[in-house]
């Protein structure tokens, strides 16, 4: 008996030695695990701060990005309504003088018209004073009055 007591013994001492082996190896290990997760905690951590950093600058770029389009659409707005304008005034003045130079044309037809009659009285008034004339030469050509022309100075 004491035989197996003894191997009793040496089981239990045995197995209390593993015991203490298998605690301290887990013991190991949770302290490895938790070694590792705040590792790890430490990296997103530090990721998401990149990650925050890099969002925010994409974020005041695309801000920046949104004023200035809204800027240059209000540019475009006042340019349009400026260039609008000046058409307006363009078409105004085009009016205007499509009008002075059809006043212009039909002054300058009453003119001639009567320059021609202004000529007609004048050739009617010399031929009756050539008539009226006792030293009228019999070879003298009559000018016709539908041949003259407006130019005075020119026949």
Not at 38 to 51: F, I, N, R
Not at 67 to 74: D, I, S, T
Not at 84 to 107: H, P, R, S, Y
């Amino acid at each position: 008996l004491s035989k197996m007591e003894s191997q009793s013994e040496s089981v239990k001492a045995e197995k209390h030695n593993w015991k203490k082996k298998h605690a301290r190896m887990e013991r190991l290990s949770y302290e490895l695990i938790e070694k590792m997760a705040a590792k790890v905690l430490e990296q997103l951590h530090c990721h998401s701060d990149t990650v925050k950093a890099e969002a925010d600058y994409w974020k005041c770029k695309c801000e920046q990005m949104g004023q200035l389009y809204h800027e240059k659409c209000q540019q475009l707005e006042e340019d349009k309504k400026t260039h609008k304008e000046g058409l307006a005034m363009m078409e105004d003045i085009l009016e205007e003088a499509t009008i002075k130079c059809q006043q212009l044309e039909e002054d300058e037809k009453k003119l001639n018209d009567m320059r021609v009659e202004k000529i007609v009285d004048l050739d009617t008034n010399s031929n009756a004073s050539f008539d009226a004339s006792p030293m009228q030469d019999s070879d003298s050509t009559v000018t016709d009055s539908s041949s003259l022309s407006g130019d005075v100075y020119a026949q």
